[in-house]
């Protein structure tokens, strides 16, 4: 079994930055994709970032690239978020993600693991 604890979010206003942390614990190894997708209110839940745990695919979801970073700290076990430039519309309950296998994957359901999620609120 895999844990992730996610921590970071908060509220901050629109232009601000956060930076959300994925710690992950348990059976890991280090073919593994990590993810972050994010569920507004009534919506379903999208994809936002992705990497495999060697750091050589990164993938990020339209809306927010060239403003979040995903990155990794293979000895702290971490995975971060950086978010830059946040918008109100980046509101949203922020999870962390895992797979097995070294393929990027954008979908929800290619994910083994799941974190309790964080929330983050940007104010206009």
């Known amino acids: 079994q895999v844990q992730l604890v996610e921590s970071g979010g908060g509220l901050v206003q629109a232009g601000g930055s956060l930076r959300l942390s994925c710690t992950t614990s348990g059976r890991t190894s280090s073919s593994v994709t990590m993810g972050w997708f994010r569920q507004a209110p009534g919506k379903e839940r999208e994809f936002v970032a992705a990497s495999n745990y060697r750091g050589s695919s990164n993938y990020y979801a339209d809306s927010v690239k060239g403003r979040f970073t995903i ?3 293979n000895a702290k076990n971490t995975v971060y978020l950086q978010m830059n430039s946040l918008k109100p519309e980046d509101t949203a309950i922020y999870y ?8 990027v994957e954008l979908s929800p359901n290619r994910y083994n693991y799941w974190g309790q999620g964080t929330q983050v609120t940007v104010s206009s």
């Open 71 to 73: 990155s990794g700290d």
């Open 96 to 103: 962390c993600a895992a797979r097995s296998g070294l393929i």
